[in-house]
């Protein structure tokens, strides 16, 4: 059974950083894109970061370009997400997805990013 889960999220304050961390357990092989998704109440999951292959192009949403570095050790089934400079507008729910073609599609469970002071 395949499954990814999230970690590293929190409370910080405005300007500070994160660092999230997204394991995948019970695949066969590191060979998906993997991505960030975020997700505030009453809005839809948008895409934060994508990472298209253990060399692939990464893409990143214009309001986290120069903030957001999203980055995989495929030894570690490992995804990462860090987050600096954070904003209150960050707040949300962030999902780890791993994707490949449109039958083998994995969401985490997400964890809580909290930016206030």
């Known amino acids: 059974q395949v499954q990814l889960v999230e970690s590293g999220g929190g409370l910080v304050q405005p300007g500070g950083s994160l660092r999230l961390s997204c394991v995948g357990s019970?695949?066969?092989?590191?060979?998906?894109?993997m991505s960030w998704y975020r997700q505030t109440p009453g809005n839809e999951r948008e895409l934060v970061a994508s990472?298209?292959?253990?060399?692939?192009?990464?893409m990143y949403a214009d309001s986290v370009k120069g903030r957001f570095t999203i980055s995989r050790d495929d030894a570690k089934n490992t995804v990462y997400l860090q987050m600096n400079s954070l904003k209150p507008e960050d707040t949300a729910v962030y999902y780890c997805?791993?994707?490949?073609?449109?039958?083998?599609?994995?969401w985490g469970q997400g964890t809580q990013v909290t930016v206030s002071s």
């Open positions: 997805n791993w994707r490949r073609g449109p039958r083998s599609i994995y």
């Open positions: 019970g695949f066969a092989d590191t060979w998906y894109t």
């Open positions: 990472s298209a292959g253990p060399a692939g192009a990464t």
